[in-house]
């Protein structure tokens, strides 16, 4: 069966694994489907653990006919931190006013994945990244492009300062406390996830909750996403690099991104040649499971152009 057509039998599930990188840092991995399929590699963004792309989407594609790789990126979930990298918030303010240096950068994070694929012995994958998961993916493009099939971006941006930028009232609930007890962060996160949702496609309370305490017990450390921050406020503007690339590429942003501002998508699409974008009315800063049929939809179509 060819890939993009529906499967009905069960997806096969490899338990969490650990890839040790030539870095030293190991990352923990899981996958979905069947090896000898073409394989698509999910990105998370700034924090998120790979639970953040539920099993019901990564099954969803390997229903599709793709073998599916998701991953913890460094400093989240089950994969290696960098505590020693010691990040202040007073730190995030001056990156973010154009000051101070990253312990890691969006390259390294690219790296990072290439060296996920050589674990894997995946010569090339279809790469889908959403926010820093995309500034990531669109890296690997250009610096590892023999590694990369197809390209979807999500609501992401080229790291271009004039674009896809931060709305104010949004700042302040980035840089807030994120809770001191287990119960606490699950409720921020409810609350922040409020803020930065998708107007149109609510996430149930109860569904949100659950999710935070998973996040939270995978591992969770504030210091991880204060130097995701620092690696995405130091990152370089990508708009010329990104003109090198010649895979098919998807691009997908919400209108009512309030993180990342749709004008991020737009420089993305016009900066890599032959890009589609599409743009979803009343979606914000989330993958809303209202759309996981839409976003498998752009990414099969996405990859059957590769071929």
Not at 69 to 80: A, E, K, M
Not at 82 to 98: E, T, Y
Not at 110 to 133: E, K
Not at 149 to 167: C, D, N, Y
């Amino acid at each position: 069966m060819d890939a993009g057509q529906a499967r009905d039998e069960t997806v096969d599930v490899s338990d969490e694994l650990f890839a040790h990188l030539p870095s030293g840092l190991d990352l923990c991995h899981q996958t979905f489907g069947d090896p000898q399929d073409e394989s698509v590699l999910l990105i998370m963004g700034l924090g998120g653990p790979m639970t953040w792309w539920p099993a019901e989407f990564c099954e969803l594609l390997a229903r599709r006919g793709f073998h599916v790789i998701r991953f913890d990126n460094r400093d989240t979930g089950r994969s290696t931190k960098l505590r020693h990298h010691r990040v202040s918030r007073s730190d995030v303010v001056k990156a973010f006013l154009g000051r101070g240096t990253a312990p890691y950068g969006i390259d390294d994070l690219a790296d990072d994945a290439a060296g996920l694929l050589d674990h894997l012995s995946v010569d090339a994958a279809h790469v889908v990244g959403v926010s820093m998961g995309g500034m990531i993916a669109q890296t690997l493009a250009v610096e590892h492009a023999d590694r990369v099939r197809s390209l979807t971006s999500i609501m992401s941006t080229t790291g271009r300062r004039k674009v896809g930028w931060i709305h104010p009232r949004v700042v302040r609930t980035m840089l807030a406390q994120a809770g001191r007890t287990r119960p606490e962060f699950a409720e921020v996160s409810v609350q922040n996830g409020k803020v930065l949702g998708s107007p149109a496609f609510p996430t149930d309370d109860d569904v949100a909750y659950a999710r935070a305490l998973e996040t939270y017990d995978r591992g969770w450390i504030g210091s991880g996403v204060l130097r995701h921050m620092m690696a995405v406020l130091t990152q370089s503007d990508r708009t010329e690099r990104l003109g090198v690339i010649s895979v098919p590429t998807q691009v997908i942003h919400g209108s009512k991104d309030l993180l990342v501002h749709r004008s991020g998508g737009r420089a993305t699409a016009d900066a890599i040649r032959g890009a589609t974008l599409l743009e979803i009315a009343g979606m914000g800063h989330d993958l809303p499971a209202q759309l996981y049929e839409t976003f498998a939809d752009a990414i099969v179509a996405t990859a059957a152009r590769a071929r």
